[in-house]
C-alpha cells in the first residue's frame, strides 16, 4: 500500500510530496519525499505520526461529568475516589466491554492510534475470583480489537490498601491479586496474545501504597522470565498527601524511593509524576522512563502541574507522553494544550515549551508525546518512519482552525485553537479505521454504550 500526502511530519520535520509505502504487516516500509505524483490524494493534506494514549482506566469514561458537584465543604481526589468506587463496585464484564469500545472509538476520532490500558478490576463484585480469571482483560483487548486501536494491556497488581502493607478497604476487594494469583494471570495473558497484532502485555504496580518491596522484587522477578521487555507502569506521585504519606511511611519521596528500590529504565513509565523536587527531576530524565502525563484528569482532580519546563529542558531531557486517564476529556489537542497552558500560568511566560531549535510549542509537544508515548506502549511507533507502525492521523484542511496554515503553523493551529474535529482520517496499523471522521461501527458502539452507562447509573 502507498500513501501519499502532500505535507508529512517526518523525523526530521515538515516534508512535502511524501510517498509512505506500507506492507502488508502494518509497517512502514519505505517513506520518499520531494517526489512527483501521478495522481495526488489531497493538494493540502497534513499527516502526522498518531498519538499513543499512555493511560486509560476505560470504565471510569461512564462516569465523566458526574461529579463535578461539591459534596462536602472541600472536595479532593480522595472524595472523588470514594465516588468512583461506586461504579467500580457495579461493573459487568458485558458492560466493560461496552464502554471500552465505544471510548476506544472515541479515542481514534481524537487521533490516538494506541492506548494502554491501566486495569485492575479483576475481581467479581462479590470480591469472589471469576472462573477464567483473565475474563475482564480479555473483554477489553476485545473491545480494543473491535474498535480498531492498538493496545497495550497492563493488568495491575493491588495487593494492599495503603503504605505498609496495610489491609485492603471493602471497595477496593474487586482490585486485590496476590502475588501468585498476579503472576499467573500475567503468564496467560501472555500466552493468549503475546504474538497478536495490535496486542501488547505489558504490567503494572497500581501505586507504592498496593504493594511491598517483597512483592515488587518477586514481581518483577517473574516479568523478567515470562517477557523481559514488557513495558512496567505505576501510578507515583499524583497528590501531595500521597507524598506526604510516603515520606511518613519510609522517609523517602514516591520518586525517590522507587529510584532507590527498583531498576527505572526505559521500559517504565511513572504515571502522575506530578509532585517531583529537583533531583527526582533530573534521576527520573536521566532513567530514561516516561513521565506519564494526564493534564486534563490531573486538572479535573486537583493533582497539581507537573515541572515539564524543566523536566524537558537541560543537557539529559526527560521523556513524556499524555493519557486522558479518567476520561472527563478524550482529546489530544486539549491535554497538549493544558500541558502547556499550565507552564505559562506557572511561569507567567509564553510558549514555555517550545525550545530553541523548535519554535512551535505544539511540534515540540506532539513530537515528545508521540515518541515518550509509544516508548511506554513498547511500540515501534509515534514517527512516521521505516519499521515504525503505520500509526498516522490526517489533519483536514478544511477545518476553519486550519485554514490557510503553513505546515510549520499547523500543529499549533490544531493544539491551541483547533479540537477533535480537525482530525479526519485515522489509520491503525496501515488500516484505515476513521475516515472522514466515521467509524463503520460508530452507530452500533454508541447504542451499547448508552445502554450500559445507563444499567450502570440506575
Not at 53 to 60: D, G, I, K, V
Not at 266 to 276: G, K, P, Y
Not at 344 to 354: C, D, G, I, N
Request: charged share 20%; hydrophobic share 45%.
Amino acid at each position: 500500500m502507498r500513501l501519499l500526502a502532500a505535507h508529512a511530519l517526518l523525523p526530521s520535520g515538515w516534508a512535502r510530496n511524501v510517498a509512505i509505502d506500507i506492507g502488508d504487516d502494518g509497517l512502514i516500509t519505505k517513506i520518499v519525499s520531494d517526489t512527483i505524483f501521478e495522481k495526488m490524494v489531497s493538494e493540502t493534506n497534513f499527516v502526522v505520526p498518531g498519538m499513543a494514549n499512555l493511560h486509560s482506566h476505560a470504565f471510569q469514561r461512564a462516569m465523566a461529568g458526574l461529579t463535578e458537584a461539591r459534596t462536602r465543604e472541600s472536595d479532593t481526589f480522595w472524595t472523588w475516589r470514594d465516588l468512583m468506587y461506586r461504579l467500580a463496585a457495579r461493573i459487568t464484564p458485558e458492560q466493560m466491554g461496552d464502554i471500552a469500545a465505544y471510548l476506544y472509538m472515541e479515542m481514534l476520532k481524537a487521533g490516538y492510534t494506541s492506548v494502554a490500558e491501566f486495569h485492575y478490576l479483576h475481581r467479581a463484585a462479590d470480591g469472589a475470583m471469576y472462573q477464567d480469571p483473565a475474563q475482564m482483560s480479555q473483554r477489553l483487548i476485545a473491545a480494543a480489537r473491535e474498535a480498531g486501536i492498538a493496545i497495550t494491556h497492563l493488568p495491575v497488581l493491588y495487593a494492599y490498601g495503603g503504605f505498609g502493607a496495610q489491609p485492603a478497604t471493602p471497595d477496593q476487594s474487586r482490585f486485590i491479586l496476590s502475588g501468585p494469583e498476579y503472576e499467573e494471570l500475567l503468564a496467560q495473558l501472555r500466552a493468549m496474545y503475546g504474538d497478536t497484532r495490535d496486542v501488547r502485555i505489558g504490567a503494572a504496580f497500581h501505586s507504592l501504597r498496593a504493594i511491598d518491596e517483597k512483592l515488587l522484587r518477586s514481581t518483577l522477578d517473574s516479568m523478567q522470565r515470562i517477557d523481559p521487555t514488557a513495558p512496567i507502569h505505576i501510578h507515583i506521585a499524583e497528590q501531595q498527601a500521597e507524598v506526604d504519606a510516603c515520606l511518613a511511611w519510609s522517609g523517602a519521596r514516591p520518586v525517590t524511593w522507587l529510584l532507590d528500590h527498583a531498576p527505572v529504565d526505559a521500559r517504565w513509565c511513572l504515571v502522575h509524576a506530578t509532585h517531583l523536587d529537583a533531583a527526582e527531576s533530573n534521576r527520573l530524565a536521566a532513567s530514561g522512563a516516561v513521565a506519564g502525563l494526564c493534564p486534563t484528569t490531573e486538572a479535573n482532580l486537583g493533582d497539581g502541574i507537573f515541572p515539564a519546563a524543566e523536566f524537558l529542558s537541560g543537557s539529559n531531557p526527560g521523556r513524556i507522553g499524555i493519557g486522558s486517564d479518567s476520561h472527563v476529556s478524550v482529546s489530544v489537542a486539549e491535554e497538549l494544550r493544558l500541558l502547556e497552558y499550565g507552564q505559562r500560568l506557572t511561569h507567567m511566560s509564553r510558549a514555555t515549551l517550545a525550545s530553541d531549535t523548535t519554535h512551535s510549542p505544539g511540534e515540540r509537544l506532539h513530537f515528545a508525546a508521540s515518541n515518550g508515548g509509544a516508548q511506554a506502549l513498547g511500540i515501534q511507533a509515534g514517527r512516521i518512519a521505516p519499521g515504525c507502525r503505520a500509526d498516522l492521523v490526517v489533519l483536514d484542511p478544511e477545518h476553519p482552525a486550519l485554514w490557510n496554515k503553513s505546515p510549520a503553523q499547523v500543529l499549533d493551529a490544531w493544539i491551541f485553537a483547533g479540537d477533535n474535529a480537525c482530525v479526519r482520517d485515522v489509520m491503525v496499523g496501515g488500516e484505515w479505521r476513521i475516515q472522514g471522521r466515521w467509524h463503520a461501527r460508530e452507530e452500533a458502539l454508541a447504542r451499547r454504550f448508552r445502554a450500559a452507562q445507563a444499567a450502570l447509573l440506575a
